[in-house]
Protein backbone atom coordinates (compact mmCIF):
# COMPACT_ATOMS: atom_id res chain seq x y z
CA UNK A 1 0.00 0.00 0.00
CA UNK A 2 2.59 2.36 1.34
CA UNK A 3 6.38 2.24 -0.55
CA UNK A 4 8.83 4.80 0.12
CA UNK A 5 11.93 4.55 -1.68
CA UNK A 6 15.13 6.63 -1.00
CA UNK A 7 13.22 9.01 0.78
CA UNK A 8 15.52 11.95 1.70
CA UNK A 9 13.90 15.91 3.37
CA UNK A 10 16.49 18.54 3.57
CA UNK A 11 15.47 21.73 5.13
CA UNK A 12 17.48 24.59 3.63
CA UNK A 13 18.22 28.16 4.84
CA UNK A 14 20.52 31.00 4.10
CA UNK A 15 22.82 29.75 6.75
CA UNK A 16 22.62 25.81 7.19
CA UNK A 17 21.20 22.88 5.62
CA UNK A 18 19.39 20.48 8.28
CA UNK A 19 18.51 16.78 7.12
CA UNK A 20 15.53 15.78 8.51
CA UNK A 21 15.41 12.56 6.77
CA UNK A 22 17.87 10.75 5.34
CA UNK A 23 17.88 8.07 2.72
CA UNK A 24 14.66 6.34 3.85
CA UNK A 25 12.77 3.47 2.79
CA UNK A 26 10.15 0.99 4.05
CA UNK A 27 7.21 -0.50 2.60
CA UNK A 28 3.23 -0.79 4.70
CA UNK A 29 1.07 -3.82 3.28
CA UNK A 30 -2.28 -2.85 3.02
CA UNK A 31 -4.29 -2.96 6.25
CA UNK A 32 -1.18 -3.14 8.74
CA UNK A 33 -0.95 -0.46 11.76
CA UNK A 34 2.74 0.72 11.23
CA UNK A 35 4.28 2.75 13.75
CA UNK A 36 7.67 5.11 13.68
CA UNK A 37 8.90 5.85 17.27
CA UNK A 38 11.76 7.80 17.94
CA UNK A 39 13.25 10.74 20.40
CA UNK A 40 12.99 14.60 19.53
CA UNK A 41 14.19 15.75 16.69
CA UNK A 42 14.95 11.82 15.09
CA UNK A 43 12.77 13.04 11.43
CA UNK A 44 9.48 11.07 12.54
CA UNK A 45 7.77 14.18 11.53
CA UNK A 46 9.25 15.08 8.66
CA UNK A 47 8.76 11.13 7.28
CA UNK A 48 5.28 11.29 8.32
CA UNK A 49 4.73 14.88 6.83
CA UNK A 50 6.86 13.68 2.76
CA UNK A 51 3.30 10.86 2.72
CA UNK A 52 0.64 13.10 2.34
CA UNK A 53 3.58 15.67 0.78
CA UNK A 54 2.51 18.13 3.33
CA UNK A 55 6.32 18.57 3.05
CA UNK A 56 7.62 18.23 -0.19
CA UNK A 57 10.35 15.19 -0.51
CA UNK A 58 13.79 16.54 -1.49
CA UNK A 59 14.14 13.25 -3.45
CA UNK A 60 12.97 9.74 -3.45
CA UNK A 61 10.13 8.35 -3.99
CA UNK A 62 6.43 7.78 -1.73
CA UNK A 63 4.16 5.52 -3.69
CA UNK A 64 0.49 5.07 -1.97
CA UNK A 65 -1.66 2.72 -3.54
CA UNK A 66 0.65 2.42 -6.86
CA UNK A 67 1.09 6.21 -7.49
CA UNK A 68 3.89 8.04 -6.70
CA UNK A 69 3.28 11.27 -5.39
CA UNK A 70 5.53 13.22 -5.80
CA UNK A 71 5.09 13.08 -9.80
CA UNK A 72 1.42 14.56 -9.32
CA UNK A 73 0.37 17.88 -9.30
CA UNK A 74 -2.91 20.12 -9.43
CA UNK A 75 -6.27 17.79 -9.32
CA UNK A 76 -4.49 14.60 -9.39
CA UNK A 77 -2.59 15.46 -6.00
CA UNK A 78 -5.53 16.73 -4.19
CA UNK A 79 -7.90 13.32 -5.49
CA UNK A 80 -4.60 11.45 -4.62
CA UNK A 81 -4.85 13.11 -1.49
CA UNK A 82 -8.32 12.38 -0.33
CA UNK A 83 -7.09 8.38 0.02
CA UNK A 84 -4.65 10.06 3.22
CA UNK A 85 -6.50 11.07 5.98
CA UNK A 86 -4.38 12.72 8.87
CA UNK A 87 -4.94 13.29 12.59
CA UNK A 88 -3.05 15.46 14.90
CA UNK A 89 -1.42 15.67 18.61
CA UNK A 90 -3.84 19.34 19.18
CA UNK A 91 -6.69 17.77 16.93
CA UNK A 92 -6.15 20.93 14.77
CA UNK A 93 -10.44 21.86 14.57
CA UNK A 94 -12.31 24.87 13.73
CA UNK A 95 -13.29 26.48 17.42
CA UNK A 96 -16.02 28.24 15.76
CA UNK A 97 -17.70 25.30 14.15
CA UNK A 98 -19.95 22.66 15.68
CA UNK A 99 -18.56 18.89 15.62
CA UNK A 100 -20.92 18.36 12.80
CA UNK A 101 -19.79 21.32 10.93
CA UNK A 102 -16.24 20.25 11.63
CA UNK A 103 -16.72 17.57 10.20
CA UNK A 104 -19.05 18.08 7.19
CA UNK A 105 -16.43 20.88 6.10
CA UNK A 106 -13.66 18.05 5.09
CA UNK A 107 -16.80 16.50 3.04
CA UNK A 108 -18.27 19.75 1.31
CA UNK A 109 -14.04 20.18 0.44
CA UNK A 110 -14.31 17.34 -1.97
CA UNK A 111 -17.51 18.11 -3.37
CA UNK A 112 -20.43 16.54 -1.61
CA UNK A 113 -24.17 17.43 -1.75
CA UNK A 114 -25.27 18.51 1.36
CA UNK A 115 -27.38 15.30 1.72
CA UNK A 116 -24.65 12.85 1.30
CA UNK A 117 -22.72 15.41 3.57
CA UNK A 118 -25.37 14.74 6.02
CA UNK A 119 -25.63 11.19 5.81
CA UNK A 120 -21.82 10.39 6.48
CA UNK A 121 -21.18 13.08 9.19
CA UNK A 122 -24.03 10.59 11.23
CA UNK A 123 -22.25 7.24 9.82
CA UNK A 124 -19.07 8.78 11.36
CA UNK A 125 -20.43 10.47 14.58
CA UNK A 126 -22.12 6.85 15.25
CA UNK A 127 -18.82 4.99 14.25
CA UNK A 128 -16.46 7.33 17.05
CA UNK A 129 -19.04 7.05 19.10
CA UNK A 130 -19.90 11.02 19.47
CA UNK A 131 -23.25 10.53 18.36
CA UNK A 132 -24.91 12.95 21.12
CA UNK A 133 -22.14 15.32 20.60
CA UNK A 134 -23.20 16.74 16.89
CA UNK A 135 -24.13 20.43 18.17
CA UNK A 136 -21.13 20.95 20.85
CA UNK A 137 -18.27 23.21 19.88
CA UNK A 138 -14.52 22.25 20.54
CA UNK A 139 -14.34 23.97 23.62
CA UNK A 140 -17.11 22.00 25.07
CA UNK A 141 -15.01 18.35 25.01
CA UNK A 142 -12.38 16.57 26.41
CA UNK A 143 -9.42 16.21 25.10
CA UNK A 144 -9.75 12.32 24.12
CA UNK A 145 -13.52 13.94 21.99
CA UNK A 146 -11.86 16.19 20.12
CA UNK A 147 -9.71 13.54 18.60
CA UNK A 148 -12.52 11.16 18.05
CA UNK A 149 -13.61 14.36 15.96
CA UNK A 150 -10.93 14.49 14.52
CA UNK A 151 -10.59 10.76 13.37
CA UNK A 152 -14.02 11.24 11.72
CA UNK A 153 -12.99 14.00 10.22
CA UNK A 154 -9.88 12.28 9.09
CA UNK A 155 -12.09 9.00 8.06
CA UNK A 156 -15.48 11.23 6.02
CA UNK A 157 -13.61 10.79 2.57
CA UNK A 158 -13.20 7.08 2.81
CA UNK A 159 -9.11 7.18 2.88
CA UNK A 160 -6.96 4.16 2.23
CA UNK A 161 -4.33 5.27 5.02
CA UNK A 162 -4.74 7.47 7.75
CA UNK A 163 -1.48 9.37 9.20
CA UNK A 164 -1.60 9.98 12.87
CA UNK A 165 0.96 12.51 14.08
CA UNK A 166 1.50 12.22 18.08
CA UNK A 167 -1.93 11.45 18.17
CA UNK A 168 -2.27 10.14 21.81
CA UNK A 169 0.63 12.17 23.15
CA UNK A 170 -1.66 15.15 24.52
CA UNK A 171 -3.83 12.44 26.55
CA UNK A 172 -4.29 10.65 29.85
CA UNK A 173 -3.25 7.21 30.09
CA UNK A 174 -6.78 6.04 29.85
CA UNK A 175 -8.04 8.14 27.11
CA UNK A 176 -5.09 7.58 24.98
CA UNK A 177 -6.32 3.62 25.77
CA UNK A 178 -9.58 4.28 24.65
CA UNK A 179 -8.45 6.03 21.53
CA UNK A 180 -5.82 3.56 20.40
CA UNK A 181 -8.54 1.30 21.22
CA UNK A 182 -10.66 3.47 18.38
CA UNK A 183 -8.16 3.23 15.80
CA UNK A 184 -8.04 -0.55 16.42
CA UNK A 185 -11.46 -0.90 15.51
CA UNK A 186 -11.20 1.09 13.02
CA UNK A 187 -8.54 -0.75 11.34
CA UNK A 188 -10.41 -4.32 11.99
CA UNK A 189 -13.76 -3.00 10.83
CA UNK A 190 -12.62 -0.48 7.67
CA UNK A 191 -9.29 -2.54 6.88
CA UNK A 192 -7.40 1.21 6.89
CA UNK A 193 -3.70 1.17 6.68
CA UNK A 194 -2.75 3.28 9.56
CA UNK A 195 0.99 4.63 10.01
CA UNK A 196 1.43 6.71 13.40
CA UNK A 197 4.22 8.28 14.66
CA UNK A 198 5.15 8.16 18.73
CA UNK A 199 7.54 8.53 21.26
CA UNK A 200 5.86 5.69 23.58
CA UNK A 201 6.94 2.33 23.07
CA UNK A 202 3.44 1.40 24.73
CA UNK A 203 1.83 2.92 21.99
CA UNK A 204 3.50 0.93 19.54
CA UNK A 205 3.23 -2.26 21.60
CA UNK A 206 -0.56 -1.44 22.21
CA UNK A 207 -1.74 -1.32 18.32
CA UNK A 208 1.04 -1.38 16.00
CA UNK A 209 2.01 -4.88 13.86
CA UNK A 210 5.26 -3.59 12.43
CA UNK A 211 7.36 -0.43 13.99
CA UNK A 212 10.10 1.35 12.57
CA UNK A 213 13.11 3.13 14.90
CA UNK A 214 14.22 6.35 13.61
CA UNK A 215 17.39 8.34 14.84
CA UNK A 216 19.27 11.24 12.97
CA UNK A 217 16.71 11.24 10.27
CA UNK A 218 17.39 7.36 9.57
CA UNK A 219 15.51 4.18 10.54
CA UNK A 220 18.18 2.32 11.94
CA UNK A 221 15.71 -0.97 13.18
CA UNK A 222 12.49 -2.33 11.50
CA UNK A 223 10.33 -5.27 11.87
CA UNK A 224 7.82 -6.94 13.07
CA UNK A 225 6.94 -5.92 16.41
CA UNK A 226 6.79 -9.02 18.81
CA UNK A 227 10.14 -9.83 16.81
CA UNK A 228 11.54 -6.39 17.98
CA UNK A 229 10.11 -6.43 21.58
CA UNK A 230 11.75 -10.06 22.11
CA UNK A 231 14.92 -9.51 20.18
CA UNK A 232 15.91 -5.88 19.80
CA UNK A 233 19.16 -5.10 18.26
CA UNK A 234 19.95 -1.58 18.45
CA UNK A 235 20.85 0.11 21.87
CA UNK A 236 17.99 2.56 21.09
CA UNK A 237 15.48 0.13 20.33
CA UNK A 238 16.93 -1.62 23.52
CA UNK A 239 16.16 1.32 25.10
CA UNK A 240 12.76 1.85 23.94
CA UNK A 241 12.00 -1.61 25.52
CA UNK A 242 13.66 -0.96 28.62
CA UNK A 243 11.13 1.67 29.15
CA UNK A 244 8.14 -1.27 29.27
CA UNK A 245 9.85 -4.36 29.87
CA UNK A 246 12.60 -3.38 32.08
CA UNK A 247 15.75 -5.00 30.87
CA UNK A 248 18.31 -4.07 32.48
CA UNK A 249 18.47 -4.14 36.39
CA UNK A 250 19.92 -1.59 38.87
CA UNK A 251 23.39 -2.27 39.49
CA UNK A 252 23.25 -2.02 43.28
CA UNK A 253 20.69 -4.90 42.92
CA UNK A 254 23.46 -6.50 41.25
CA UNK A 255 26.18 -5.71 43.78
CA UNK A 256 27.23 -8.43 46.54
CA UNK A 257 24.98 -11.02 45.16
CA UNK A 258 26.62 -14.41 45.69
CA UNK A 259 25.34 -16.77 43.00
CA UNK A 260 24.78 -16.27 39.09
CA UNK A 261 22.10 -13.85 37.90
CA UNK A 262 20.35 -14.87 34.95
CA UNK A 263 18.10 -13.14 32.61
CA UNK A 264 15.12 -15.57 31.14
CA UNK A 265 13.26 -14.48 28.02
CA UNK A 266 9.88 -17.05 27.13
CA UNK A 267 8.03 -16.46 24.26
CA UNK A 268 5.35 -17.14 23.23
CA UNK A 269 3.31 -20.29 25.07
CA UNK A 270 6.48 -21.43 26.55
CA UNK A 271 5.70 -18.31 28.91
CA UNK A 272 3.05 -20.34 30.29
CA UNK A 273 4.91 -23.63 30.48
CA UNK A 274 6.25 -23.62 34.35
CA UNK A 275 9.97 -23.79 33.28
CA UNK A 276 10.45 -21.94 36.53
CA UNK A 277 8.99 -24.45 38.89
CA UNK A 278 10.34 -27.69 36.97
CA UNK A 279 13.93 -26.16 37.25
CA UNK A 280 13.43 -26.23 40.87
CA UNK A 281 12.09 -29.72 40.82
CA UNK A 282 15.13 -31.50 38.47
CA UNK A 283 18.12 -29.60 39.93
CA UNK A 284 19.45 -28.96 43.54
CA UNK A 285 19.45 -24.97 42.97
CA UNK A 286 17.98 -21.98 44.88
CA UNK A 287 16.70 -19.31 42.39
CA UNK A 288 15.90 -15.69 43.87
CA UNK A 289 13.82 -14.03 41.69
CA UNK A 290 14.44 -10.18 41.23
CA UNK A 291 12.53 -9.29 38.32
CA UNK A 292 9.91 -10.55 36.75
CA UNK A 293 7.17 -9.70 33.98
CA UNK A 294 4.91 -11.09 31.36
CA UNK A 295 3.53 -8.81 28.75
CA UNK A 296 1.07 -9.34 26.08
CA UNK A 297 2.44 -8.43 22.71
CA UNK A 298 -0.53 -9.24 20.19
CA UNK A 299 -1.95 -11.41 22.66
CA UNK A 300 1.25 -13.30 22.67
CA UNK A 301 3.11 -13.60 26.20
CA UNK A 302 6.46 -12.52 26.30
CA UNK A 303 7.80 -13.20 29.59
CA UNK A 304 11.33 -11.68 30.65
CA UNK A 305 12.64 -13.19 34.28
CA UNK A 306 15.88 -11.86 36.10
CA UNK A 307 17.09 -14.32 39.01
CA UNK A 308 19.98 -15.21 41.15
CA UNK A 309 20.65 -18.69 40.95
CA UNK A 310 22.60 -20.37 44.20
CA UNK A 311 23.88 -24.06 44.69
CA UNK A 312 26.79 -26.39 44.15
CA UNK A 313 28.72 -25.43 41.10
CA UNK A 314 28.02 -28.07 38.98
CA UNK A 315 23.94 -27.95 39.38
CA UNK A 316 23.57 -24.15 38.58
CA UNK A 317 25.85 -25.29 35.12
CA UNK A 318 23.23 -27.85 34.32
CA UNK A 319 20.03 -25.93 35.64
CA UNK A 320 21.30 -23.43 33.00
CA UNK A 321 21.70 -25.82 30.24
CA UNK A 322 18.24 -27.06 31.25
CA UNK A 323 16.42 -23.39 30.82
CA UNK A 324 18.98 -22.62 27.49
CA UNK A 325 17.58 -26.06 25.73
CA UNK A 326 13.57 -25.03 27.11
CA UNK A 327 13.71 -21.46 26.51
CA UNK A 328 16.73 -20.44 24.24
CA UNK A 329 17.29 -17.35 25.88
CA UNK A 330 19.17 -17.25 28.64
CA UNK A 331 21.98 -14.57 29.90
CA UNK A 332 24.35 -14.63 32.57
CA UNK A 333 24.20 -11.48 33.50
CA UNK A 334 26.54 -11.78 36.54
CA UNK A 335 28.66 -13.90 37.49
CA UNK A 336 30.33 -13.51 40.82
CA UNK A 337 33.07 -16.99 39.79
N1 LIG B 1 10.37 23.30 8.83
C1 LIG B 1 11.59 23.00 9.23
N2 LIG B 1 12.64 23.81 8.96
C2 LIG B 1 13.89 23.48 9.36
N3 LIG B 1 14.21 22.37 10.02
C3 LIG B 1 13.21 21.52 10.35
C4 LIG B 1 11.86 21.79 9.97
N4 LIG B 1 11.08 20.75 10.42
C5 LIG B 1 11.93 19.89 11.03
N5 LIG B 1 13.20 20.35 11.00
C6 LIG B 1 14.39 19.68 11.53
O1 LIG B 1 14.44 18.34 11.03
C7 LIG B 1 14.86 17.42 12.03
C8 LIG B 1 13.78 16.38 12.21
O2 LIG B 1 12.63 17.01 12.79
P1 LIG B 1 11.21 16.29 12.94
O3 LIG B 1 10.25 17.31 13.48
O4 LIG B 1 10.88 15.59 11.70
O5 LIG B 1 11.56 15.23 14.08
P2 LIG B 1 10.57 14.45 15.05
O6 LIG B 1 11.20 13.13 15.28
O7 LIG B 1 9.20 14.47 14.50
O8 LIG B 1 10.63 15.32 16.37
P3 LIG B 1 9.43 15.78 17.33
O9 LIG B 1 8.93 14.52 18.00
O10 LIG B 1 10.09 16.73 18.29
O11 LIG B 1 8.41 16.43 16.45
C9 LIG B 1 15.13 18.25 13.28
O12 LIG B 1 16.49 18.54 13.33
C10 LIG B 1 14.32 19.51 13.05
O13 LIG B 1 14.90 20.61 13.72
Redesign the pocket.
Known amino acids: MIEVRNLV?V?R?KKKE????NNVSLSVKAGEIYGII????????????CLNLL?KPTSGEVEIDGVNLPSLKGEDLRKARLKIGMIFQHFHLVSSKTVYENIAFALKAAGKSKDEAEKRVLELLDLVGLADKKEQYPAQLSGGQKQRVGIARALANNPKVLLCD?ATSALDPSTTKSILNLLKDINRKLGLTIVL?T?EMEVVKEICHKVAV?QN?EVIEEGGVYDIFSNPQEPLTKDFINSILQFELPQQLIQNRKGKIIRIQFKGEIAEESVVSELFQKYKVKGNILHGKIEYIQEIPLGIFIMELTGEDSEVERAIEYITEKTRSLEVVHDVA
Open positions: KYSIVGVGYSGAGKSSLLREEIHMG
